[in-house]
């Protein structure tokens, strides 16, 4: 599983429980904002697993 999350802290730390679970999981930073954050994102999630069989997104900008 690819984790991403504009915090890095928080993308490690579920990562790490998918892993200790026995899983295998990735941490991403991406600020879904920016297009190349995401183009990375994407090229690393492919380089790790080989395709991406399922994907959900839930994410937001927020002007504060």
């Not at 297009?35 to 959900?56: K, P």
């Amino acid at each position: 599983m690819a984790v991403w999350d504009i915090d890095q802290g928080g993308a490690d730390a579920v990562a790490l429980e998918i892993r200790d679970a026995g899983g295998d999981a990735i941490a991403c930073t991406v600020d879904v904002s920016r297009s190349a954050a995401i183009h990375n994102a994407t090229a690393e999630t492919l380089a790790s697993f080989g395709s991406i069989d399922i994907l959900v997104h839930k994410a937001s900008i927020h002007d504060d």
